[in-house]
C-alpha cells in the first residue's frame, strides 16, 4: 500500500483546510487510518484515528472538535478536515494506514506542509 498526502498550503489562523490521503491498493480498505503532524525538533504527535470501516473514531485533545478524520473506501481515500485553525496547528501532516496500535503504523504517506499565520 502507498499513500499520498496532499491539500496542505497556507492559511490564516480560524481558517480551514481539508487534507487527503490516496491509497493504492485493495487491502487499504480493510486497514484502519490515521493523520499525524510533526514541527522541526518535536517528535510526531498523534492527530487522529479512523477504523476500516469510518464505524469509530479517535482524536488527541489538541485537536478534537476542530478537525474531523473521514475516508472513502470507494475512493481509496483518507481525509483530514481541519477547522478553526491556530498556528499552533502549523507542522507536516502525514497520512497512515494498517495500525497496530492507535500509535503504531505501517504505512505512511510522505507528507503535506500546513502553515497557520497568525
Known amino acids: 500500500v502507498q499513500l499520498q498526502a496532499s491539500g496542505g498550503g497556507e492559511v490564516q489562523s480560524g481558517g480551514s483546510l481539508r487534507l487527503s490521503c490516496a491509497a493504492s491498493g485493495r487491502p487499504f480498505r480493510s486497514y484502519s487510518g490515521a493523520w499525524f503532524r510533526q514541527v522541526p525538533g518535536k517528535d510526531r504527535e498523534f492527530i487522529a484515528h479512523?477504523?476500516?470501516?469510518?464505524?469509530?473514531?479517535y482524536y488527541a485533545d489538541s485537536v478534537k472538535g476542530r478537525f474531523t478524520i473521514s475516508r472513502d473506501n470507494a475512493k481509496y481515500k483518507l481525509y483530514l478536515q481541519m477547522n478553526s485553525l491556530k498556528p499552533e496547528d502549523t507542522a507536516v501532516y502525514y497520512c497512515?494506514?494498517?495500525?497496530?496500535?492507535?500509535?503504531?503504523?505501517?504505512?505512511w504517506g510522505q507528507g503535506t506542509q500546513v502553515t497557520v499565520s497568525s
Open positions: 497512515a494506514a494498517q495500525g497496530n496500535t492507535l500509535y503504531q503504523y505501517g504505512y
Open positions: 479512523i477504523s476500516w470501516n469510518g464505524g469509530s473514531t
